[in-house]
């Protein structure tokens, strides 16, 4: 017969009741994991029988965790911890030349500069793989947590994030926000405040993007309307696309549109212009603190830092 400890970490146990902690959804976990919900929903009932208690009830259509589920959760999280803990120290008696490093990036960003690196990095090391996963928010914090990936590259601050006490950052550029708008009247201005680019629909990023958030709290701020959105894309060069050809507003990094042909879009009556006062943001390497004492991990950011110092990301970037 199996022991309460044995039943407790038998198979996903643990990834399940925390991902349902996190969602909240039976259906949204159960996607998540790649499971049915009915699947999900006997883990959990087992998972209770063996506590023998209750972790979740809902509230209408909300779930909530019972004052049982919130202690389980933070000793799961304690667990994971642990793990992480464990498997960083054995991962630092490494080489720093072979082994993987798994990259996840926010969806949204442009990869060309991570992608040259790795490229200069494997002709230098070709012991060490690098593997590029685009990913949205919510998956990067998911995967840092458990410890699939490494390193992520994303846009701070984000106030989505409650507890950053487990985390560590490095700093790669500042960046902000350009408007990209059709309208002649605002072409010479150097920049433009939010209270005059609600002239037409704009096309944006998916409401739960970073930017698309960012932008919307900006909005809020200066007390302007938000602006009829005529269609949502993850990627800036959809979003570009879509601008020009329909006429419509929108607003992407100027770190992206330093590959732009700024002039060929003059030409044809659109303009980009910088906001006031700026949407700023920083890119960022993101990771679990002593994440950077691996071997590899830690030599791959001074790498990149040499990569930089050769030419700068903007620089880089906009080749």
């Known amino acids: 017969m199996k022991t309460t400890q044995e039943n407790i970490f038998a198979s996903k146990t643990l990834s399940y009741f925390l991902q349902l902690s996190e969602t909240m959804n039976y259906t949204q976990a159960a996607q998540i994991l790649g499971i049915t919900q009915p699947a999900l929903t006997q883990q959990i009932k087992k998972l209770e029988k063996t506590m023998g208690t209750e972790l979740f009830y ?12 919130v202690i389980m959760l933070k000793t799961t999280r304690q667990i994971y911890d642990l793990l992480n803990d464990a498997n960083d120290q054995i991962q630092q008696a490494t080489s720093s030349t072979t082994g993987q490093i798994n990259l996840g990036i926010l969806a949204s960003i442009e990869t060309k500069v991570f992608e040259d ?15 590029f996963h685009m990913l949205t ?8 947590e458990n410890n699939r990936i490494d390193l992520a590259i994303m846009y701070l601050p984000d106030e989505s994030i409650k507890n950053w006490k487990p985390y560590s950052s490095k700093k790669i550029i500042s960046d902000d926000l350009l408007f990209i708008h059709h309208n002649p009247s605002l072409a010479k201005r150097k920049r433009v ?28 701020n200066q007390m302007v309307d938000w602006p009829k959105v005529a269609a949502r894309y993850t990627m800036p060069e959809q979003i570009l696309k879509f601008a020009i050809n329909s006429h419509t507003n929108t607003a992407l990094p100027k770190s992206y549109m330093l590959n732009i042909d700024l002039k060929k879009l003059t030409d044809d009556d659109i303009w980009v212009t910088e906001l006031d006062p700026k949407v700023k943001f920083d890119l960022n390497f993101v990771y679990r603190k002593r994440k950077n004492e691996i071997p590899r991990i830690e030599r791959f950011l001074q790498k990149f830092d040499e ?13």
């Open 58 to 69: 809902s509230v209408g259509k909300k779930l909530r965790l019972t004052d049982a589920g």
């Open 117 to 131: 690196f790795a490229l200069a990095l494997y002709q230098e090391n070709p012991d060490l793989e690098v593997n």
């Open 137 to 144: 928010r919510k998956e990067i914090w998911e995967s840092l």
């Open 193 to 220: 405040r939010l209270k005059d680019v609600n002239d037409r629909p704009w096309v944006m990023y998916p409401q739960d993007y970073y930017l698309n958030q960012t932008l919307r709290e900006s909005f809020k």
């Open 307 to 319: 990569f930089l110092a050769k030419e700068d990301y903007l620089a880089r970037l906009g080749k």
